[in-house]
Every structure is written in C-alpha cells, then in structure tokens.
C-alpha cells in the first residue's frame, strides 16, 4: 500500500516537539524555529528552480539565508519531518537528498568535496543524527539511524545505525554496541570501498 504523504506543517511541527523538549506549543514552533522557517521557504525556493525559474529561486533562498542563516540550495530535495536545530552556518547544497526524520545541528555542511560533477552531494537517509560542525563532503550516503559526531569530518559512505566520529569519521559503535571485530570489519570495507570509489 502507498505510504500517506503527510504535510510539511504537521511534519514541521511533530517532530521539533519530538526532538526539542523546549517547544511548547505547535504556534511557538511555527514563529520561532529558524529551521522551521528555512525548510518552509525551501518548499518555494524548490518548486521556483524545478519550473525553471532559477535566478528567482536562487535569489529567494539567498533571502531566507540573511534571516535565518540556514543556507540551502533551492535545488536539494528535502523530505517533510526534517529536523533542523539552531541551524546557523548549515550549508546545503544542489544534490543533496535528505530523508524524513534526519536531524541536522548548526555549523553542518552537506557539500561537496570540489572534485565531483553531476552529483556532488550527500544523500542522508531516514533517521540519521549528524551533530553540530560536522561536515559530509561528496555523494557519499549516510545510512538510515546512523550517527555522525559533532565536528567529524565523513567523506565515505556510513553504514546504517553506527556511530562515527572523528577526521576522517570512523566508526565507534554499531547498533549502539562497541563490537571491536565488527567495527574493524566495517571499516576495512569502507576503506576498500572508498579508495575503488577514487581511483576511477
Ligand atoms: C556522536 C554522538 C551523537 C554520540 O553517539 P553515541 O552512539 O551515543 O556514541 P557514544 O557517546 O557512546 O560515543 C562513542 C565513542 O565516540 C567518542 N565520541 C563521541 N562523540 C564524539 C565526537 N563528537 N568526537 C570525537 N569522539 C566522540 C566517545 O568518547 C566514545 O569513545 P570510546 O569508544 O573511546 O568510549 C555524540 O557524542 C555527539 O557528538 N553529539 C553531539 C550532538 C550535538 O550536535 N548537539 C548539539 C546540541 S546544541
């Protein structure tokens, strides 16, 4: 059966009460989240370049970035029920595809690493926690539930529900569990996969 899409607003809502215990009313919510805001304007932004006119939607985002400091490309695809936290010095960019109930903290960066063309950006799945400064450079994929830490650095792809940190990110928990021989077989294919993915 086909998944109900739910509206931007309702999604907007749930889940900043869901994951922000100082959000008291759903009205507080609407005037006062600069992520609420800046994902509310992306929808404009995004149908404006997706009906071709993209100095319009460029210059229309670029308004939203001086008010909330959020900058996302008008291009990137958003799903509803992201969760967008303080937001200030949040970068992202035209590729980029984020999935529902993704958490993006201040200071993150979906960009790319200045090397690729066509699809330069992340592509974040359902659930994933990327933590404050941290920087996601290049089509990597960032599996669903995963975690990245505050102020890592990931240039390869994250498996789904681990938790990496560090520059460059490595992983340090998978499901929740320090499994030494788990995490060191994760990492070798990462690495493999990685250095296949940079010698073409
Ligand atoms: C990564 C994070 C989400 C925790 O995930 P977790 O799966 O619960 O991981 P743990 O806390 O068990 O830490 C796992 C290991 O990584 C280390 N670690 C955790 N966060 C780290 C970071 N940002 N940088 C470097 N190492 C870190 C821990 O010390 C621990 O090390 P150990 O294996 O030697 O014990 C959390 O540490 C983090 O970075 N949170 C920031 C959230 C944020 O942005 N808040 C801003 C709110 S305004």
Sequence with gaps: MKEKKKGFWREAIR??????PAARTAFEVVLTY??????AAHKLSHWLWNHGFKLLARMHSQFWRFWTQIEIHPGAKIANGVFIDHGSGLVIGETALVETDVKLY??????????DKGKRHPQVHRGALISAHAQLLGPI?????SKVGAGA??????????TVVGVPAKVVRVHGQKDEQTILNLEERREASYHSSHSK
């Design 106 to 115: 201040h200071g993150v960066t979906l960009g790319g690493t200045g090397k």
């Design 141 to 145: 994929e960032i599996g669903a539930n």
């Design 153 to 162: 650095v990931v240039v390869a792809d994250v498996p789904e529900d681990v």
């Design 15 to 20: 889940v900043t009460q869901e994951n922000d």
């Design 34 to 39: 600069p992520g609420v805001k800046a994902l």
